[in-house]
C-alpha cells in the first residue's frame, strides 16, 4: 500500500488508490511510487488545515514555543541528512554531493526561522494620550498553500515551512509531481517533532489538477508559490476574488555584467558556475552575460573552453560536475529554445545538443550551451531557457551595461565585476533586481532577504520579511479612561 499523503496527522493513500511513479532524470529508471491525490484528498487537506487553525491548537503556542518546534525539526533533518539527500538526489538526478549541501541549506532555514521566532514581540506605540494603551502585535496569517518547484524541492518549500510554522500558520504542502520524495521526508520530521495534528497536510499529484483548490478554495487564506511566470499568473487570477495574500518567487533571467578591469579569471571562473551549475536549473542562474567589448574575445572564448569539458553524470558518478534536465519535456523545451535563438541570429559557440555518451543515453542530458552575438531585444534574451544555455551580449560604456541589464521583465538577481569599488556599487544600485552581487555570484544567506522586483515575484523570502509573509498585523487601542466621543450633539 503506497500512503503518502499526510492529511489531519494521519499517514493515507489516495481516494482512488492511484499511485504515480517518479522517474530518475538520469536513466528514467523508477525511484518512488507515491499517492496520487483527488480532488476530493485535497478538499480534505484544505478542511483539516482550517480546522487545526480555527480550534487555536498551534495559535495559543507561544512564538517561543513554536520556534522551539522548528529547531526540533532542525534537528530531525541533520540526523536524517544522508537519507532525504539521497531522495532528493533520486528524484532531480543531481549529484549526491550537490543534494547534501542543499539539505545543510534547508537545516540552517529552519534554524534561521527557529531563530528568528523567538525575537518577536509586539511594539508599544506613543499616541501621545497618556491614557491609551497603543499596541501591534504580530499574530498568524491563517492556513496558507505552499507550492513549490523541482530544481531545488526542498530547499524551496523549506523557505515557506519554517516560517509558516513559526507565524503559527495551518498548511497544505505541494511539491511539484516530479520530486515528492524529499517533502514526504520533511513532513516525518514535522510529524515527529509533535506538531498538532492538522497543521501540516502534504498534497501530492499534478499542479494543474489539485492546484485549483488549493489556490481558489476560499479557506486558503494564503498562497506561498516558488514556480514558473505563467503559472505564478495564474495564481494570482485564482486568488483575486477572495484578495488573497500571495507570496510568488518566480523566474530570472539574470544579467551577470563583466567590465574590463575586473579579475578575470575569478570573473570568467563564476561566469561558468553560474551559466551551467545544475545544468542551469536555477532561478538566479547567471545566463546572460553582458561583456565589455574590449575583453569579449578573451573572455568568451575561455567560457566556451571551459562549458566544453563540463563532466555531466547521474547522482553516483564521482566525477560528474553537473547532471541531467528534470524531464524529456524540458530538455525538448531548452532544445526548441536553442534552436529558435540561432535562427533568430544568435551564433551557436558550444553545446547546442543533447549528449551523445552512450551513459547519458537514458537521461536527460544537454550540453552546456554558449550563445554569442545575442541582443536584448531577442527572445532567448528575454526568455528563461532554465537550462544550461548563456547568452553574450557586449556593451561599451557603464550606462549601456546599466541598460541592458535592466533590460528585462524579469528582476531576480545579478552581478557586476569590476575592480574600480565605486563603479561597481554604482551599478549594483542601479540595477533593478532583487539580489546583486558585486565581484561573486550566487551566494545567499538565510538571514538575508531573497525575491524578485517586476515580474520575479512579490514579497521576500528567508530574511526577517520572509517571516512577516506569514504574519498579520494588529493595532490594538485600549483607553483606560473611558469617555464621551462628544462628536455629534446629544439633542
Ligand atoms: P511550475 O510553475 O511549472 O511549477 C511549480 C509548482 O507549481 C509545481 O509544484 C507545479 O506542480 C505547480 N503547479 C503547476 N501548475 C499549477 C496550477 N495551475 N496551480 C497550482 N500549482 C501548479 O514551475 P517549475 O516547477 O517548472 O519550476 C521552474 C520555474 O520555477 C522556473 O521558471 C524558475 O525560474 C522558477 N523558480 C523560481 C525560484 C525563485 O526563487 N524565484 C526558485 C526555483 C524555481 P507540478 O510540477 O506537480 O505540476
Not at 130 to 150: D, K
Not at 202 to 207: D, Y
Not at 221 to 239: E, H, N, Y
Not at 263 to 281: E, R
Request: with cysteine.
Amino acid at each position: 500500500m503506497v500512503a503518502t499523503l499526510f492529511i489531519d496527522g494521519r499517514w493515507r493513500q489516495a481516494s482512488d488508490g492511484v499511485v504515480h511513479d517518479v522517474h530518475s532524470p538520469h536513466d528514467q529508471h523508477v525511484v518512488a511510487q507515491v499517492s496520487q491525490a483527488t480532488q476530493a484528498d485535497v478538499l480534505d487537506a484544505i478542511g483539516a488545515a482550517r480546522a487545526s487553525f480555527d480550534s487555536g491548537v498551534f495559535t495559543s503556542w507561544s512564538f517561543k514555543e513554536r520556534s522551539d518546534l522548528v529547531l526540533k525539526i532542525a534537528e530531525l533533518l541533520e540526523r536524517d541528512a544522508d537519507v532525504i539527500a539521497r531522495k532528493e538526489s533520486d528524484d532531480t538526478g543531481k549529484r549526491f554531493i550537490e543534494a547534501q549541501y542543499d539539505v545543510a541549506d534547508v537545516i540552517a532555514t529552519f534554524r534561521h526561522f527557529g531563530g528568528l521566532g523567538a525575537k518577536v514581540h509586539e511594539r508599544s506605540v506613543d499616541v501621545g494620550l497618556s491614557h491609551v494603551n497603543s499596541r501591534i502585535v504580530y499574530e498568524s496569517l491563517g492556513v496558507a498553500s505552499l507550492i513549490g518547484p523541482w530544481n531545488y524541492p526542498l530547499l524551496q518549500i523549506a523557505w515557506k515551512v519554517a516560517p509558516a510554522l513559526v507565524a503559527g500558520c495551518s498548511f497544505i504542502v505541494k511539491p511539484s509531481e516530479l520530486t515528492p520524495q524529499s517533502a514526504i521526508a520533511l513532513i516525518k520530521a514535522i510529524e515527529e517533532a509533535g506538531t498538532p495534528k492538522g497543521v501540516a497536510n502534504l498534497i501530492l499529484g499534478p499542479g494543474s489538477v489539485v492546484g485549483t483548490s488549493l489556490i481558489g478554495d476560499p479557506r486558503i487564506d494564503m498562497v506561498s508559490f516558488t514556480g514558473g511566470l505563467t503559472t505564478g499568473q495564474t495564481i494570482m487570477k485564482a486568488a483575486v476574488a477572495d484578495v488573497k495574500r500571495l507570496a510568488l518567487e518566480l523566474g530570472g533571467k539574470n544579467p551577470h555584467i563583466i567590465f574590463a578591469d575586473a579579475d578575470l579569471d575569478s570573473a570568467i571562473d563564476n561566469a561558468v558556475t553560474a551559466a551551467f551549475l545544475h545544468s542551469g536549473q536555477v532561478c538566479s542562474a547567471g545566463t546572460r552575460l553582458i561583456v565589455e567589448r574590449s575583453i569579449h574575445d578573451r573572455v568568451v572564448k575561455e567560457i566556451v573552453r571551459r562549458a566544453g569539458k563540463i563532466t555531466l553524470g547521474g547522482p553516483d558518478d564521482e566525477l560528474a560536475e553537473s547532471g541531467p534536465l528534470i524531464s524529456q519535456s524540458h530538455l525538448m523545451n531548452v532544445s526548441l529554445y536553442v534552436d529558435k535563438a540561432v535562427a533568430e541570429g544568435a551564433t551557436l559557440l558550444t553545446g547546442g545538443k543533447r549528449s551523445d555518451k552512450a551513459e547519458h543515453e537514458k537521461g536527460w542530458y544537454y550540453l552546456p550551451t554558449v550563445l554569442d552575438n545575442c541582443r536584448s531585444a531577442m527572445e532567448c534574451v528575454q526568455e528563461e531557457s532554465f537550462g544550461p544555455v548563456m547568452t553574450v551580449e557586449l556593451f561599451d560604456t557603464e550606462a549601456e551595461a546599466i541598460a541592458i541589464g535592466n533590460d528585462t521583465v524579469f528582476g531576480l538577481s545579478g552581478g557586476v565585476w569590476s575592480s574600480d569599488e565605486k563603479k561597481a556599487a554604482r551599478v549594483a544600485s542601479a540595477l533593478r533586481h532583487g539580489t546583486i552581487w558585486v565581484n561573486d555570484f550566487g551566494p545567499y544567506r538565510p538571514a538575508a532577504e531573497w525575491g524578485g522586483y517586476k515580474k520575479s515575484g512579490i514579497g521576500r523570502e528567508l530574511g526577517e520579511h520572509g517571516l512577516g509573509e506569514y504574519l498579520e498585523i494588529k493595532h490594538i487601542w485600549t483607553n483606560n479612561a473611558p469617555s464621551r466621543s462628544g462628536w455629534f450633539r446629544d439633542q
